[in-house]
């Protein structure tokens, strides 16, 4: 177990509709980073949160947008959903930004559009 | 930017062979990690081994182990003695140190390789 919480672990909803994706890092980690597996792109980096601030941000859609709460929880929120985002969201968590400060993943949301 | 290449979409070994998986990567910077991550059909994923740029000696944990070339830009995870629990889609990932191009922190994929074990 990584101590990653991610919830729903799947979510089945229409195109056009708006979902949220809850993760809650480790207890102690103050960053959070979205990740996107899908089939054909692989795993893609979406966005990272450090204490509540974004700190980078990678392939993501202007759809879709995210935030990290006070008490580290993070939600990434998909609007306007297309089927092609269809894939498995992961959340992970490390203590620092630093590169030597590990990521633990949770087990995933599997978001299916149909 | 950083890229990483799995050349081998998948494999195969017999159980309590020995397999090597192989990973290449591209970055003009001197100080980094790479990571090898195991993810089984529950979907978890899972850090096997990582290593430091700086570091010569190749890390080794349990029956994992890498051989790092960094003039090459070679990092492959060699699974000795194969269980049928290794069998697993196996991805390398690198990390910079610093914050280029607001990558600070985050982990670059490779596509993956997908490893089976017969018994």
């Known amino acids: 177990d990584s101590g990653v919480t991610q919830t729903p672990k799947h979510l089945i909803t229409a195109t056009g509709q708006r979902v949220t994706l809850r993760c809650s890092p480790r207890?102690?980690?103050?960053?959070v980073y979205w990740y996107q597996q899908s089939l054909d792109q692989g795993l893609q980096f979406l966005i990272q949160?450090?204490?509540?601030?974004?700190?980078a941000k990678g392939n993501i859609l202007e759809r879709f947008s995210a935030q990290q709460f006070p008490d580290l929880h993070s939600e990434l929120n998909l609007s306007s959903l297309e089927l092609g985002d269809s894939a498995l969201y992961f959340c992970a968590s490390s203590l620092r930004t630093a590169y030597n400060s590990p990521l633990h993943f949770g087990n995933g949301t599997r978001l299916t559009v149909t | 930017a950083q890229t990483v290449t799995q050349s081998q979409p998948e494999m195969s070994v017999q159980e309590a062979e020995t397999v090597t998986l192989s990973c290449t990567y591209d970055t003009s910077e001197s100080d980094y990690y790479l990571f090898w991550y195991k993810q089984p059909p529950s979907r978890q994923m899972i850090l096997v081994i990582r290593?430091?740029?700086?570091?010569?000696q190749n890390a080794t944990e349990n029956r994992f182990s890498v051989n790092f070339q960094k003039a090459a830009k070679s990092f492959s995870l060699k699974i000795s003695d194969s269980q049928l629990g290794d069998a697993a889609m196996y991805f390398c990932a690198y990390r910079s140190a610093g914050n280029y191009g607001g990558s600070q922190g985050n982990l670059i994929f490779g596509k993956g390789t997908k490893l089976s074990v017969k018994p």
């Open positions: 207890s102690g980690d103050l960053s």
């Open positions: 290593q430091e740029a700086y570091k010569q």
């Open positions: 949160y450090y204490n509540g601030e974004e700190r």
